[in-house]
């Protein structure tokens, strides 16, 4: 029996292993799951034009700031990107669904942070 050949092996009195690989399926499903919704992310920040002004990286442009990496918790993000009346126009859910919003604060997020420039040689050795 499963239970008794893997409790010789971690010397357990009784260990299922079947917990271990559903935690592991679990963790690829959502991490699949993730980096699915982060390129559809992709997909509808450029459709959407959020691009032009914050990069096609959100890294920031001359127009708009930087919103790779760390954007502001889903229900700020999404109040801000429905109700700014500022230099960035709103996007209302008629023109840009919840979902793709969704999905492109799941890209946002997926983009990982730049290297610190003191670990690059040729910029730290360009600063000193
Ligand atoms: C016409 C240029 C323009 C476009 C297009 C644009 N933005 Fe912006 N965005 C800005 C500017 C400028 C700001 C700085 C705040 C302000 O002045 O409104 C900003 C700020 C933001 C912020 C707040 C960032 C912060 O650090 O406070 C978020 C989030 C954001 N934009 C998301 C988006 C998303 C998502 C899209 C596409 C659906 C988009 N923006 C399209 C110009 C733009």
Request: charged share 15%.
């Amino acid at each position: 029996m499963v239970c008794e050949r893997a409790a010789a092996f971690v010397q357990r009195p009784c260990f299922n292993p079947a917990w271990l690989v559903s935690l592991a399926l679990a963790a690829i499903i959502s991490h699949t799951a993730l980096a699915a919704s982060a390129e559809k992310g992709r997909a509808a920040y450029i459709a959407h034009g959020c691009w032009q002004c914050h990069g096609f990286a959100g890294q920031g442009g001359i127009t708009g700031p930087e919103l790779a990496s760390h954007p502001a918790p889903m229900e700020a993000f999404a109040a801000f990107v429905r109700t700014t009346n500022g230099a960035m126009p709103p996007y209302s859910e008629t023109i840009l669904s919840n979902d793709d919003l969704t999905e492109i604060h799941a890209y946002l997020e997926s983009i990982p942070k730049p290297p610190d420039y003191k670990t690059i040689p040729l910029l730290s050795d360009v600063r000193q």
